[in-house]
């Protein structure tokens, strides 16, 4: 069974850091490319950061500079550190394979609870 953990958000005051981790189980990580995503309220889900199986990343401009996703093909968890962030970050974040079983971009899982990242100004 498919299981994907968030956990690390937290309350933080604007230009502070945060530390998320995404803990999965039931899936081949070590072959999979993973992502972050994050949905503020009355918006859609956005995709926030990739990083392939070789530990190649991509990040939209909004977070670039920012942000940092990093993995542990050993442990099987997701990591996405957060710097400088902004009101505009607070959402809940998720994280997911962003690829489907036929090779486009769309989440393959099911998503986890997500874990709620506030940002005050």
């Known amino acids: 069974q498919v299981q994907l953990v968030e956990s690390g958000g937290d309350l933080v005051q604007a230009g502070g850091s945060l530390t998320l981790s995404c803990a999965t189980s039931g899936i081949i990580f070590s072959i999979s490319t993973m992502g972050w995503y994050r949905q503020a309220p009355g918006k859609q889900r956005e995709l926030v950061a990739t990083i392939t199986n070789g530990s190649l990343t991509n990040y939209p401009n909004f977070v670039k500079g920012r942000f940092t996703i990093s993995r542990d093909n050993a442990k099987g968890t997701v990591s996405l550190q957060m710097n400088s962030l902004k009101p505009e970050d607070t959402a809940v974040y998720y994280c997911?394979?962003?690829?489907?079983?036929?090779?486009?971009?769309?989440?393959?899982?099911?998503w986890g609870q997500g874990t709620q990242v506030t940002v005050s100004s």
């Open positions: 997911n394979a962003p690829f489907d079983v036929y090779g486009s971009l769309n989440v393959k899982y099911n």
